[in-house]
């Protein structure tokens, strides 16, 4: 996907040739997907960094090799985001569990 050479932040000229998607595109996605939002600059240059190349692949799929429509791929993203948030939520539990546990034992050893 990312050429070995990462850069810390892409232009939209950049973001699209990386991607394949047209400029123009980029910037309606911008207006409908709220999870794209590349920093701009002082001038209003749109500054893409890794994560946003990254999710452009994603709704690029999502859209054209799934067949999703905006509102759709607006749904499997949101699901996703959702998936991806419940596992940090688990482990955090996870390691708060521990680090109580520990400190019991501790506690316990006094």
Excluded: C, H
């Excluded at 123009?24 to 749109?46: A, N």
């Amino acid at each position: 996907m990312l050429d070995e050479k990462e850069k810390l932040f892409y232009s939209i000229s950049e973001a699209s040739k990386l991607t394949g998607v047209k400029p123009y595109v980029l910037r309606y996605w911008e207006s409908e997907f709220s999870l794209l939002s590349p920093e701009k600059t002082e001038t209003g240059q749109r500054r893409y960094r890794k994560k946003d190349i990254e999710l452009i692949f994603q709704i690029k799929d999502l859209l054209y090799k799934e067949g999703y429509t905006i509102a759709g791929a607006k749904r499997q993203l949101r699901k996703k985001n959702l998936k991806e948030e419940g596992k940090v939520v688990e482990i955090e539990k996870d390691y708060l569990k521990k680090e109580l546990m520990d400190m019991l034992k501790i506690i316990g050893e006094k």
